[in-house]
């Protein structure tokens, strides 16, 4: 799975990314939550409500890496 390199800085929350004062871009992009199943966020990593949201947001290419899409790969 690739790392997402695009998060907004409002959402990060690597402690190295606030001690350097907003310039080291650590380890949030590879801390993004896997893709399970579907098609949008959350990709059945949760239940999807408000409550649940993931910590951080997924991209919408994550679907193409989503572990049923995998699954159904018969190549």
Not at 6 to 14: A, N, S
Not at 20 to 48: E, H, K, M, N, Y
Request: aromatic share 10%.
């Amino acid at each position: 799975l690739p790392e997402v390199v695009d998060l907004p800085d409002d959402v990060l929350t690597d402690p190295i990314f606030r001690r350097t004062g907003s310039r080291a871009r650590i380890r949030d992009g590879c801390r993004v939550p896997l893709p399970w199943s579907g098609q949008a966020s959350p990709f059945g990593f949760t239940s999807g409500t408000e409550a649940a949201r993931p910590w951080l947001p997924q991209p919408d290419w994550f679907a193409e890496y989503a572990t049923d899409r995998a699954l159904a790969d018969t190549r």
